[in-house]
C-alpha cells in the first residue's frame, strides 16, 4: 500500500523501455513497456503540470483506504493513472508522462479480415445488422439485456466517482474512451482518466484553470459554452446519451437541437421481445431518469449515476437477467450494491423520452462487391456527340459475361422438353408402322397417352389459374 | 420528436482520377496500391465510415463509376484501375454530374441526408477534347442554380495545366494544387492519396462536431472551407 501522506513515487523516463507505439492522439503518444505487459506509457506531446496528476493518483490511493468497494470498481473498469514519469532535467512541476494499466485483451472486437480492435462504442451505437454486415460481428440486438448491463456496470463505476470524497468526473466519456466486452458478462474499462478533475462538494472544479478539457463533439454537454471546461453534472448528461446510444443501437444526435434550445421528445423504439416488461413500460423509472439526465434546462438537477445504477437494476431484473447485475458486481471486484438512492420527483421542462413499439421493418444491409478487375475504357475513334443523355450510359461500366438468366434456363427447358415430346411420338409411330413390333408400339401409344393426358391436364389447370383471375373468380 | 430513425447526415467524396494511357505504369499502380489503403482506414473504423461515402469515377475518352458511392465498411474491395485512352475532362464532369443527381436521390430515397458533395480531381494530363466542350460540361457540373452542385479540390502532375486546374476549382483560392517541378509520380501520387485519408478521417470528425467543413489534403497554404447542407 501507498504511503497516503506524501506525493505518489514518480518514475524517471530513462528507467523506462518504452517499446511499440499503439495509439496517437492530440494529447500525445501511448507505447507498450519492454517486460510490463500490463502496463502502458503514455508520453505527453508537451510537459503536462504534475500537481494534478499526483492529486489524481494519491485520489485513488485515499479511495482504496476510505472505500475499498468503490476503489474496486475504478482498479477494475478504469486505465487510472498509476504513477507520474518525469524527466530529469525538465522543468520543475511537470511530467514528461504516465503509467496508466493496460485494457485486458477481451476489450477488443476481431474484425472480419482478422484485424483485432479495442471495442468502443462505436460498434454499438448503429444497427447491429449494419455491423454485422461490415465487420462479420454478432452483437446484441437492441434493448437486449446485453446492452443494458454495458450501461449499468458504466453508472456503477460513475457512481464510485460520484460517491467519493471528494467526487471526480471524467468529463469526456465519448466513443473512444469506453471500452466494452461481454466475454465474462458485461463491462466496460473507460480510457484518458488523467483528464479527470476532482470537484469540492459544491461542484467547483479543485484542479481546473491549469487545462483546458475539451469534451468530444457529438459527445458533448450541449449545456457547457463553447470553450468552457466539462462540469461534474457533464458526466450525468452523458450517460443519459450513452443509455440512448447503446441501448438504442442508434445515432441519436441531440446536442444541435438542444444548443437551439429546441424541446426534445425521443421516442425510444422497443421491441417485441421486451414489450411486455414492465420495467421498460411507460412511467418506468429508467424513462425519467433518462430524460432528468438529457436536460439542459437545470443541469444541477441530473440524477446522479446511482439513479440510474438502480433504474437499470429494475430493468434488468425485468428482462430476467439478474445474472447481468451478479456478472458486473463479480467483474468489478464484488461487494454489495448500496440502497437505492430516493428519487427525484418529475420531469424536466425541456426533454421527454418514452417507450414505444419498435417501428418498421430492419433495414437490409448488403456488402458491396467490385465488379471484377478494372476494365479499360474502349479508346473511341470518333468523339462521342455531345447528348446530354449520353454519358450516363457511356459510362456504365463494361459488363463482364453475364451467368445465363431465368429466361434464358426456361428457353432451354422448354426447347428441351419440346424435343423430347416430339421424339417419343415419332418414335411410337416408327413402332407402330413396323410389322413385328406392333406389341411394344402399342406400349409405347400408351404411354404417350398417359403423357399427352398429363400435359394437357397441367395446360388446362394453368389456363384455369388464369383465367380464373381474369374472370373474377 | 427524435427516435432511432434519424441518422447523422453524411458526406459524399467522388475521387475522380484521370485513367488515360499518360497514367499507366508507376502512377496507376501507384494508386491501385493505395486505394486499399483508404477503403481500410476508413471502412475499418465505424466512427468514419459512418458518416462518409465514398465512390470513384474514372475517365479518359469516356468516364466510368469504377465504385458506386459507397459506405466503405460494406464494400469488400476496391476494384483496379486500368489506364488507356485520351482525357476527356468533358466525359468526366458531364457522368459527375449525372451520378451525383442520382446518388443523391437514391441516398435520400433510404432516408440519409447529404453535406454538400466533394470531389477529388486528379490528373496527370491536359483535356483532349476542345476547350467549348469541357468547359461547358464543367459549367453544368459547378453551376449553382443546381442545388447539387460539389466542391471541387483539384490535384495536378505530370503534364497538367495549373491554369487548366484552377478553372476545374472554379478559381477558388487553396482549391487547385499542382506538383512541384520534377516531382516524380511515384513520390506524388502516394503523398496525395494518403493526403486524402487524412482529409476523409478529419472531414469525418468534423462532421460530428455539426458544422462540416472539407478538410483538404495538408498542403502548405490550405485551410478548411465550410461546407453546408442541403435541404
Known sequence: MRALDSAPAAVSRPELRAGEMLAEGGEGRVYELAGRPGTLYKAYRRPAPLAPLDALIAWEARLAEAQPELAARVRAATAWPQAVVTQPGGAAGTAAGLLLPRAPRRFAVRHRDGTSRLANLSYLTADPGQRAAAYGLALPAPVSAERIGIVYALARVLEAFQRAAPPVGHGDLSTRNILWSLERGPEVFLLDCDSCERYSPDGEALDAGHRRRAMTPNWDDPAIPAGANPTLASDRYSLG???????????????????DRELLSIDFGIPPAARRTRSLLDGAAVWSVCARSLSTADPARRP????????????????GAMSAVRAVWAAQGGGTPAPSPTRSAGQPADVTVRPVAMSGAARRWERVRPPGPGVPATPLSIRPAPSPAAPSRAAAPAPLPAPPGIVELARTGLRRGGELWLGAHQATLASLSRAGRRRRGARQVLGCAVL?????????????????????? | MVNAEERYAVFPFYLCLDASASMAGTPMESVNRQLPLLRAAVGEDPAVAEVIRFGVVTFNDVAHTTLPLSDLSLVEAVPTVVAAGRTSYAAAFDHLRQTIEDDYHASRGKGDRWYRPAV??????????DPERWQSAHSRLTDTGWKRHPNILSFGFGDADPAVLAHVSERKPHRAFIAAEGAEPATVVPELLAGLIQSIVSSSASVYSGEAQLVPPEVPSMTPIPVDELD
Request: proline letters at 4%; hydrophobic letters at 60%; aromatic letters at 12%.
Open chain 1, 241 to 259: 446519451l450513452i443509455f440512448l446510444r447503446v441501448v438504442g443501437a442508434a445515432h441519436f444526435p441531440l446536442q444541435r437541437r438542444q444548443r
Open chain 1, 304 to 319: 446522479p449515476a446511482a439513479e440510474w445504477v438502480s433504474a437499470l437494476e429494475e430493468a434488468l431484473d425485468g428482462l
Open chain 1, 452 to 473: 399427352d393426358f398429363a400435359l394437357l391436364a397441367v395446360i388446362f389447370y394453368m389456363f384455369a389459374m388464369v383465367a380464373s383471375v381474369l374472370l373474377g373468380i
Open chain 2, 120 to 129: 477529388i480531381f486528379v490528373s496527370d494530363g491536359r483535356p483532349t477534347d
